[in-house]
């Protein structure tokens, strides 16, 4: 089992930055990939960044790629997300996620098996 705990939330004006922290504990070597989703009120919960820990390949989603970065801290068993140049639409509960698995395509959120609470984070206009 894996247990994720994110932190960092908040709100935050149009413009501004936030960095997110997934902390993950138990079976660690479960996880060798990490993510971030996020969900808005109404909306389908969407891809918005991954990290494979063992070469440290990423993934982005078009709309955050060039303002988020995802990053990793081996010695804690953390993984970042670095949110700049925020706005209005990247409001929404914001979930960290882990699998194992060699698939290229780390977007997929039904391939993952462990998931956090979930972090708000809200930004206003």
């Known amino acids: 089992q894996v247990h994720l705990v994110e932190s960092g939330g908040g709100l935050v004006q149009d413009g501004g930055s936030l960095k997110l922290s997934c902390a993950s504990s138990g079976r660690t070597f479960s996880s060798d990939i990490m993510a971030w989703f996020r969900q808005a009120p109404g909306k389908e919960r969407e891809f918005v960044a991954a990290?494979?820990?063992?070469?440290?390949?990423?993934q982005y989603a078009v709309s955050v790629k060039g303002r988020f970065t995802i990053s990793r801290d081996n010695a804690r068993n953390t993984a970042y997300l670095q949110m700049n140049s925020l706005k209005p639409e990247d409001t929404a509960v914001y979930y960290c996620a882990a699998r194992q698995g060699s698939s290229s395509d780390l977007s997929r959120k039904d391939d993952y098996d462990y998931w956090g609470q979930g972090t708000q984070v809200t930004v206003s206009s």
């Open positions: 990290l494979r820990w063992s070469n440290g390949r990423t």
